[in-house]
């Protein structure tokens, strides 16, 4: 499968900002899908995940009660909402999917796409 990743830019600190990871797979509800990020010169860490049905998800405890993960299977796009933006979320975000019913907090996915670029200005 392959992923795309948009939506990414430039806010304010405060600012929101919605992702969206456009599955090329018909059958994308069979994927679990992840988000992650890389700031510059830092490692990759799990943003957040939704199990394929949507029924569960999970995040990293500096997003969690900021971002919210959603998926739409009929149109194949995974979403990222993004709110109360911080200098320290500034770094390009990437979505996975691997063909498991749970997602994972780990790097254990399958496929991954290309990032898209986040900047938080203070």
């Known amino acids: 499968v392959q992923l795309q990743a948009s939506g990414g830019g430039l806010v304010q600190s405060g600012g929101s900002l919605r992702l969206s990871c456009a599955a090329s797979?018909?059958?994308?509800?069979?994927?679990?899908m992840g988000w992650f990020r890389q700031a510059s010169g830092k490692e990759r860490e799990f943003v957040g995940c939704?199990?394929?049905?949507?029924?569960?998800?999970y995040y990293a405890d500096s997003v969690k009660g900021r971002f919210t993960i959603s998926r739409d299977n009929a149109k194949n796009t995974l979403y990222l909402q993004m709110n109360s933006l911080k200098p320290e979320d500034t770094a390009v975000y990437s979505c996975?999917?691997?063909?498991?019913?749970?997602?994972?907090?780990?790097?254990?996915?399958?496929?991954w796409g290309q990032g898209t670029q986040v900047t938080v200005s203070s």
């Open positions: 939704i199990n394929r049905s949507g029924s569960g998800t």
């Open positions: 797979e018909r059958t994308f509800s069979d994927y679990s």
């Open positions: 996975a999917a691997r063909r498991r019913i749970f997602c994972s907090m780990s790097a254990d996915y399958d496929y």
